[in-house]
């Protein structure tokens, strides 16, 4: 059992499920901790996700591994449930993957508990894909946040997207209730390596290791021409979780669905499908939130 320095009423807590690509590079590991960190949030699972076959063919198993290492160093080690999401993308929009995290996705939306149920997706969203063609009765049952997605109207090279087109697609045709952060929002949650060397490193064992994570990568990708640039990172999944706290309700707008293309362009084909579209999440609130709660359970 996850125990917090303070509640909240029971009335204002949710069920959540993390599914997470979180080995892909530096800024899942922050946006896991912080959920684990939140009262606010039951989780019921958190779900590795693949992140494509560019750079391993085994990324679904290398997140799992680094899900179960921030549980360890967060001495939570058994207290949440680690599930294997499929390992690679969907072949065609009919085909499931196979899932065991879709199989809990499906428990958890057609469970007898009267609280909401949510799904966050820090990666590619192939396992909500999964879940729902295989039960498509979740479909009314949970809401599914995403961070990935292109500039609207018209779309754009984006990564969590361009690791399974076919599944957004799917989610994007289905009546899942939709709350898409795409690339131009998510990535303005920007964080200096100095503000996280003394908001985050000090903060025990998990703190020193979402520090050194994320300077080690910078360095490793340091010869790239335009990212990362060198002073800081974009904690690009952590409006997930800063959703889930307060919805920002003036931070987006009902859009109509588009289809994607294969490069990743948006195809304006319907108007009866509405999804939430994201175009402002607060990054103070959200990366202060994080460090306060990293200050609590683990601050000198």
């Given at each position: 059992?996850?125990?917090?320095?303070?509640?909240?009423?029971?009335?204002k807590k949710?069920?959540?499920?993390v599914?997470?690509?979180?080995?892909?590079?530096?800024?899942d590991?922050?946006?896991?901790v912080?959920?684990?960190l939140?009262?606010?949030f039951?989780?019921?699972?958190?779900?590795?996700?693949?992140?494509?076959?560019r750079?391993?063919?085994a990324?679904?198993?290398?997140?799992?591994?680094?899900?179960?290492?921030?549980?360890?160093?967060?001495?939570?080690?058994?207290?949440?449930?680690?599930l294997?999401?499929?390992?690679?993308?969907?072949p065609?929009?009919?085909?499931?993957a196979?899932?065991?995290?879709?199989g809990?996705?499906i428990?958890?939306?057609l469970?007898d508990?009267s609280?909401?149920?949510?799904?966050?997706?820090?990666?590619?969203?192939?396992?909500?894909?999964?879940?729902?063609?295989?039960e498509?009765?979740?479909?009314?049952?949970?809401?599914?946040?995403?961070?990935?997605?292109g500039v609207?109207?018209d779309?754009?090279?984006?990564f969590?997207?361009s690791?399974?087109?076919?599944?957004?697609n799917?989610?994007?045709?289905?009546?899942i209730?939709?709350?898409?952060?795409?690339?131009?929002?998510?990535?303005?949650?920007?964080?200096?390596i100095?503000?996280?060397?003394?908001?985050?490193?000090?903060?025990?064992a998990?703190?020193?290791?979402?520090?050194?994570?994320l300077?080690?990568?910078?360095?490793?990708?340091?010869?790239?021409?335009?990212?990362?640039?060198?002073?800081?990172?974009?904690?690009?999944d952590?409006?997930a979780?800063?959703?889930?706290?307060?919805?920002?309700?003036y931070?987006?707008?009902?859009?109509?669905?588009?289809?994607?293309?294969?490069d990743?362009?948006?195809?304006?084909?319907q108007?009866?499908?509405?999804?939430?579209?994201?175009?402002?999440?607060?990054?103070?609130?959200t990366?202060?939130?994080m460090?306060a709660?990293l200050?609590?359970?683990?601050?000198a």
């Amino acid at each position: 059992m996850i125990q917090h320095p303070y509640d909240i009423p029971e009335s204002k807590k949710i069920r959540l499920i993390v599914n997470t690509d979180a080995k892909n590079e530096a800024d899942d590991q922050f946006a896991i901790v912080h959920a684990l960190l939140t009262p606010r949030f039951d989780i019921r699972g958190i779900i590795a996700a693949h992140f494509g076959e560019r750079r391993t063919k085994a990324s679904m198993q290398e997140s799992y591994d680094e899900i179960v290492k921030l549980l360890d160093l967060m001495k939570w080690d058994g207290s949440v449930s680690v599930l294997k999401g499929a390992e690679k993308a969907m072949p065609d929009e009919q085909t499931p993957a196979p899932s065991e995290g879709a199989g809990l996705i499906i428990r958890e939306a057609l469970a007898d508990d009267s609280r909401p149920l949510y799904v966050i997706f820090l990666g590619a969203i192939t396992d909500l894909a999964a879940a729902y063609l295989k039960e498509p009765a979740i479909a009314d049952k949970l809401t599914a946040v995403w961070i990935g997605g292109g500039v609207w109207p018209d779309g754009e090279n984006e990564f969590n997207l361009s690791n399974d087109i076919h599944a957004a697609n799917v989610v994007f045709q289905s009546n899942i209730p939709l709350w898409v952060i795409p690339r131009d929002v998510y990535s303005t949650m920007r964080v200096s390596i100095a503000e996280l060397a003394v908001k985050v490193k000090p903060c025990g064992a998990i703190g020193e290791y979402l520090y050194q994570q994320l300077v080690d990568f910078n360095m490793e990708m340091g010869w790239q021409a335009h990212w990362p640039k060198g002073e800081m990172w974009s904690l690009g999944d952590s409006p997930a979780v800063s959703v889930l706290l307060d919805d920002h309700t003036y931070g987006y707008t009902l859009k109509p669905a588009p289809r994607i293309t294969a490069d990743m362009r948006y195809i304006h084909e319907q108007e009866e499908r509405l999804v939430r579209w994201y175009h402002f999440i607060d990054p103070r609130f959200t990366l202060e939130d994080m460090f306060a709660k990293l200050k609590l359970h683990y601050g000198a």
